[in-house]
């Protein structure tokens, strides 16, 4: 795209450069984790270099650099989410802990029997299964806004589905599996009008679409740095200041406290209630560089690329004979899914691998949406910035390849 220089930012991760079984690596499975540039690489050494020590406890000079970095970190994914207050930033594991977070502490206070937790038909397991754990504890019931053939949300239908006993709307920003970008925004609207708090699971939006959660409206939004260029084992809870004072505590222990006696233990404010014991430091300093370096770049012109590089992709696929897309919703980003006649995906994602070429084949933890679209598997590319139209070349005449290998 112009203004957009896709081979810059390659030079930012020495990883596309390597060969795989002899032949130039073609990265598509960036939604299971993307690369990380050198730049976060080098904050996080840097970090272990020059400042680590433990975080808001000691009094000497190391302690207060590594809490300034820390801290400085939660103020940058602040201002990436624009949130309004850098206490509404809980630093998580990732979006699955995050998710879990949320389902036992304002879940658990929330949501009583008889209740309802309202999700869509395209979640990933992680915004599923810690709600239908929260609703088999307290007997409430796990109801599902269902979606068209294309993969699109049937916004009427959810409507419908939120009722006087709703507690909670829980939807992905951007599916994984197919890439359908949800209006979130509208869903925020209509859960609000009935005074229904929405939590978001941008695990895949944060990467792809913009997220500012004052424009959303969102109560809740969750993503993880590894699938938005930064570290695995760091990831981000926000949520509303009046929800998370509001919360009780989920894990116990140092950090979270303000006094502890036996008699009574007082917890500390947000964020540091939900963060008991020693935190990811050098996570969070390495997701705060990820977010410099995203941000740095021009982008409105990287989010085009995408979007071309997906249109290139679209077309270039729906060439080959026998090959389906699934997921075509209209404004979808960064995921091709795709079956092929009678070939098993596995077969699919075995035969491009051999030609240097990652993807993804499988349920991609959302068995649900494959049971709705009447598939096992799906062989899956997944893009991030640093994709071009000649990897999809790539892919294209591998997936040509694969088509004689099993005609
Ligand atoms: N939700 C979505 C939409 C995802 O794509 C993923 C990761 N595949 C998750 C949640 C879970 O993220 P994590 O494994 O980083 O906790």
Redesign the pocket.
Known sequence: ADGFDVERVRCDFPILARPVRGKPLVYLDS???TQRPRQVVEAMARFFDQENANVHRGVHFLSEKATASYEGARERVRRFLNARESREIVFV???????NLVAFTFGKQRVGAGDEVLVSAM?????IVPWQMLCEEKGAKLVVAPIDDRGVLLLDELERRIGPRTRLVAV??????LGTVNPVKRVVELAHARGVPVLV?????APHVPADVQDLGCDFY??????IYGP?GI?VLYGRAEHLEAMPPWQGGGDMILSVAFEKTIYNQIPYKFEAGTPNMAGAVGLGAALDWLEALPREAAWRHEDEVLAYGTEQLGRIPGLRILGTAPGKAAVLSFVMDDIHPHDIGTVLDREGIAIRTGH???QPLMARLGVPATARASLGIYNTTAEIDALAAGLEKVRRMFA
């Open positions: 939604a299971a984790t594991r990732g979006t699955t802990e995050a998710i979640e990933h397991h992680s915004n992905s920003h951007v599916s994984n599996a699971d941008g695990a895949q939006g969750a993503f993880s740095g590894h699938k695995t990831g991609h933890c959302a």
